[in-house]
């Protein structure tokens, strides 16, 4: 089983920075291939915002890309979401994300409780 709990949402202003975090616990979370981040917007579906691999290789949606950076801290399994140069098109419930292969076709999806960012213009 896998937790994962996030932190570091809020209310900023266009322009500004915010740092999001997930830690993530329990007995499988050694077994975890990928961690990343989606958010969802009332009148949108749940997108992908950025993706890291056990590998280290990473992947932004277009819309975030230069702006928004993922990173791992493996010691403390935790994985954070740095928003740089926030848009009032980035206010969403950010959900952090973790799979765990199981076959080639299959893993378990983790989900955390979700975080809000709203950025005012």
């Known amino acids: 089983q896998v937790q994962l709990v996030e932190s570091g949402g809020g209310l900023v202003q266009a322009w500004g920075s915010l740092r999001l975090s997930c830690a993530a616990s329990?007995?499988?979370?050694?077994?975890?291939?990928?961690m990343g981040w989606y958010r969802q917007s009332p009148g949108k579906q749940r997108e992908l915002v950025a993706a890291i691999t056990s590998g280290g290789s990473t992947n932004y949606a277009d819309s975030v890309k230069g702006r928004f950076t993922i990173s791992r801290d493996n010691t403390k399994n935790t994985v954070y979401l740095q928003m740089n140069s926030l848009k009032p098109e980035d206010t969403a419930v950010y959900y952090c994300n973790a799979k765990r292969p199981l076959i080639a076709t299959l893993s378990d999806d983790y989900w955390g409780q979700g975080t809000q960012v709203t950025v005012s213009s």
């Open positions: 329990g007995r499988n979370i050694f077994s975890i291939n990928a």
